[in-house]
């Protein structure tokens, strides 16, 4: 399950609705979908947007979103530090990303225009929505994989637009969570959210 860490009020969320009731105000959405008996994590692209077609059928009418494909990350993943480097500095994009976690987890920092930067540590089965607009960059946590169920609004997908004075290299890419325990600030200076 998700956690999200507030660093500016040293304050952590590991409970889904608290989640969820943090982050609506940003116009953001979490869920959690069931995993247990859907699809194995391994099973091809198609097997698993196939085993949660009615979810995402379901996004697709509330959202608008009209395709969704599956990405899958690996350590060994061809320029996988490359990609990374596209999205791991402050960005925003001209649509929704929406990102339900079927293996591995992730890094969300998210820098609302109205309240404290805050991270997502996401895994298996959770589901996020950073509304188009919002300011946030992604890391992978310390195993470098995940793979994800993506929806766009677009079929070409979007490109991040770089924030000039991001806020990425204020903090460090830590993931949290009962699999993620690390002794070291998620601050790298102060910075006012």
């Not at 959690?32 to 099973?43: G, I, Y």
């Not at 692209?45 to 990405?71: H, M, N, S």
């Not at 950073?130 to 793979?147: K, N, Q, S, Y």
């Amino acid at each position: 399950m998700a956690t999200v860490r507030i660093p500016e009020r040293n304050h952590t969320i590991d409970n889904a609705e608290e989640i969820a009731a943090f982050i609506a105000p940003f116009g953001m959405t979490y869920q959690r979908w069931p995993l247990e008996d859907r699809v194995s994590p391994d099973a091809s692209a198609d097997d698993i947007l196939a085993a949660y077609a009615p979810e995402i059928e379901e996004l697709k009418r509330r959202g608008g979103y009209v395709t969704a494909d599956v990405i899958d990350v690996k350590p060994d993943t061809p320029g996988l530090d490359t990609m990374l480097n596209r999205f791991n500095k402050e960005h925003r994009h001209s649509e929704d990303e929406v990102r339900f976690i079927v293996k591995g987890s992730g890094l969300f920092h998210i820098h609302p225009d109205n309240g404290p930067v805050f991270s997502i540590t996401v895994e298996a089965g959770d589901l996020i929505t950073v509304p188009c607009g919002m300011r946030h960059w992604f890391d992978l946590c310390v195993e470098r994989r995940i793979r994800a169920i993506r929806l766009f609004q677009d079929p070409s997908g979007w490109t991040p637009e770089y924030e000039a004075n991001g806020a990425h290299d204020q903090f460090a890419p830590l993931c949290w969570g009962p699999n993620y325990i690390s002794a070291a600030p998620e601050f790298k200076s102060t910075i006012t959210g």
